[in-house]
């Protein structure tokens, strides 16, 4: 990895009917990994993936302000199309079509916040990759957020 390089591999998962989800970061910085995680209730998947990543950067940006550029790589579409979509956000003031709040409009506000200033390159992966002989820190993060939210679950029934 080069100097002033940091590279993110996130994912979200949500049990939509106990509206319950959690968030995965791997971040992968010089020589070192660093793993955040969260859980979250009365959430949506999208809120998810985009916490994985906004929660990352942060990090990255407390942690490590020599950083130059920051490579994110995460299965969610979502977030991947948000900087695309941003001028039009920001000129229908985070707002649908119909006049309706933007879902996730708070974090989709502190994710532009977040990434200015910053050379950030989101890059879209294939999800749940099946397991190989090569690193892969997409499928890391995926088993990861999965399991955490199994747990959240398990919690709630008991």
């Known amino acids: 990895m080069q100097d002033g390089l940091?590279?993110?591999?996130?994912?979200?998962?949500c049990h939509t009917q106990q509206k319950i989800g959690t968030w995965v970061a791997i971040i992968l910085v010089d020589t070192g990994?660093?793993?955040?995680?969260?859980t979250a209730k009365d959430t949506s998947h999208n809120r998810m993936?985009?916490?994985a990543v906004t929660e990352a950067i942060d990090y990255i940006k407390n942690h490590y302000g020599n950083t130059i550029s920051i490579k994110v790589y995460t299965d969610s579409q979502y977030v991947k199309g948000l900087p695309v979509r941003k001028e039009k956000l920001v000129k229908e003031d985070f707002?649908?079509?119909k006049g309706n709040p933007l879902q996730n409009a708070d974090l989709v506000k502190t994710f532009f916040k977040?990434?200015?200033k910053l050379s950030v390159e989101l890059v879209k992966i294939k999800a749940h990759q099946k397991s190989t002989d090569v690193v892969n820190y997409n499928r890391e993060a995926d088993m990861l957020?999965?399991?955490l939210l199994r747990n959240a679950v398990d919690e709630i029934s008991n």
């Open 49 to 51: 993936e985009l916490t």
């Open 114 to 116: 977040t990434i200015s």
């Open 95 to 97: 707002t649908s079509g």
């Open 6 to 13: 940091a590279e993110i591999y996130t994912d979200g998962s």
């Open 33 to 38: 990994k660093k793993i955040l995680s969260g």
């Open 145 to 147: 957020s999965r399991k």
